[in-house]
């Protein structure tokens, strides 16, 4: 099979894989009394689904008064059901430190049993803990196996992390033409560093049309990078100079805390006519104004 056929098939196979799994209705605290009552029914009869409920009608203040003792109490006995959107989410407490002291060890033997019942959210987590050395050795490897177990149910931070890997060759041998096929999957999943990667490559093989589709798509999600980059691209020849559509994201990534931005954008403002600066301004400012949520939520798994 030659590249261009490969690369094809590995596309059709990333736009088909599963959905990653969820939470579902039964696992969330119902807004409605009605709903709240037949939860508490079916705590009655020691239901997992409904005691992680409601875990999180005492997490949210829901119903009940919030209380994160209760929360934890009540995700506990789910999780030792061998539920494993409960086993899940208490992992994810101990590892992120969330209403409990983080604990990497109890963290790691949650999140495990739940990825071992192919939880895709608690699959990623697990990846992250190898790939960080959290509560277990840094191993590449592993890392790699979990990313794509989850990848493949269609988890975008994983299929993010496992394209990564595959295009460096750490812990999964090297293969260019999959890590593409994976960030282009989680890029139309909103995944913003996927999102960014595919504009830089694109821009790199001067294919402009996706380039700049990449980086639009990487901006509206609060990429200051992206916002930069583009300013960039409008700016030299390889896609065509056009000083004003620079200025403009050069702007906007001003606007976001982007001192490059700032640096060229005051760098072409003498070869701007006043109207064409005053275009380009109005422009950024509708864009910032068509754009509330681009402010980039940080992440948790940046934080560590």
Same mark, same amino acid.
């Given at each position: 099979?030659?590249?261009?056929?490969?690369?094809?098939?590995?596309?059709?196979?990333?736009?088909?894989?599963?959905?990653?799994?969820?939470?579902?209705?039964?696992?969330?605290?119902?807004?409605?009394?009605?709903?709240?009552?037949?939860?508490?029914?079916?705590?009655?009869?020691?239901?997992?689904?409904?005691?992680?409920?409601?875990?999180?009608?005492?997490?949210?203040?829901?119903?009940?008064?919030?209380?994160?003792?209760?929360?934890?109490?009540?995700?506990?006995?789910?999780?030792?059901?061998?539920?494993?959107?409960?086993?899940?989410?208490?992992?994810?407490?101990?590892?992120?430190?969330?209403?409990?002291?983080?604990?990497?060890?109890? +963290?790691?033997? /949650?999140?495990?049993? &739940? !990825? #071992?019942? $192919?939880?895709?959210? *608690?699959?990623?987590? =697990?990846?992250?803990? %190898?790939?960080?050395?959290?509560?277990?050795?840094?191993?590449?490897?592993?890392?790699?196996?979990?990313?794509?177990?989850?990848?493949?149910?269609?988890?975008?931070?994983?299929?993010?992390?496992?394209?990564?890997?595959?295009?460096?060759?750490?812990?999964?041998?090297?293969?260019?033409?999959?890590?593409?096929?994976?960030?282009?999957?989680?890029?139309?999943?909103?995944?913003?560093?996927?999102?960014?990667?595919?504009?830089?490559?694109?821009?790199?093989?001067?294919?402009?049309?996706? +380039?700049?589709? /990449?980086?639009?798509? &990487? !901006? #509206?999600? $609060?990429?200051?990078? *992206?916002?930069?980059? =583009?300013?960039?691209? %409008?700016?030299?020849?390889?896609?065509?100079?056009?000083?004003?559509?620079?200025?403009?994201?050069?702007?906007?990534?001003?606007?976001?805390?982007?001192?490059?931005?700032?640096?060229?954008?005051?760098?072409?403002?003498?070869?701007?006519?006043?109207?064409?600066?005053?275009?380009?301004?109005?422009?950024?400012?509708?864009?910032?104004?068509?754009?509330?949520?681009?402010?980039?939520?940080?992440?948790?798994?940046?934080?560590?």
């Amino acid at each position: 099979m030659n590249r261009a056929c490969k690369f094809l098939v590995l596309i059709h196979l990333m736009l088909n894989c599963a959905a990653a799994p969820a939470q579902s209705p039964a696992d969330v605290c119902p807004r409605d009394a009605a709903g709240f009552a037949a939860v508490e029914k079916k705590v009655e009869a020691h239901d997992a689904a409904a005691e992680t409920a409601l875990a999180s009608c005492y997490d949210l203040g829901l119903h009940v008064k919030a209380d994160g003792k209760e929360s934890m109490r009540w995700l506990d006995q789910a999780a030792r059901q061998d539920y494993a959107p409960a086993e899940y989410e208490l992992g994810r407490i101990y590892l992120y430190g969330r209403g409990a002291p983080a604990d990497y060890a109890r +963290a790691l033997l /949650w999140e495990r049993k &739940a !990825a #071992e019942q $192919g939880d895709a959210r *608690a699959q990623r987590d =697990l990846a992250f803990m %190898y790939e960080r050395g959290l509560g277990v050795a840094t191993d590449a490897a592993q890392a790699a196996e979990w990313n794509r177990k989850a990848a493949v149910q269609g988890q975008a931070d994983a299929q993010l992390h496992l394209a990564r890997a595959l295009k460096e060759g750490v812990g999964t041998p090297k293969d260019p033409e999959e890590a593409r096929a994976w960030y282009i999957k989680a890029a139309r999943q909103e995944q913003p560093a996927a999102q960014l990667e595919l504009a830089r490559q694109f821009a790199g093989q001067g294919n402009c049309p996706l +380039a700049v589709h /990449w980086y639009e798509e &990487a !901006a #509206e999600h $609060g990429q200051v990078d *992206a916002m930069y980059e =583009l300013g960039r691209l %409008y700016a030299g020849s390889k896609c065509g100079v056009d000083h004003a559509r620079a200025f403009t994201w050069f702007t906007i990534g001003e606007k976001f805390g982007s001192e490059e931005s700032r640096k060229e954008a005051a760098r072409l403002t003498a070869g701007l006519s006043m109207a064409e600066k005053k275009h380009a301004q109005l422009r950024a400012e509708k864009w910032i104004r068509e754009h509330p949520g681009s402010d980039k939520e940080e992440d948790e798994e940046e934080k560590r």
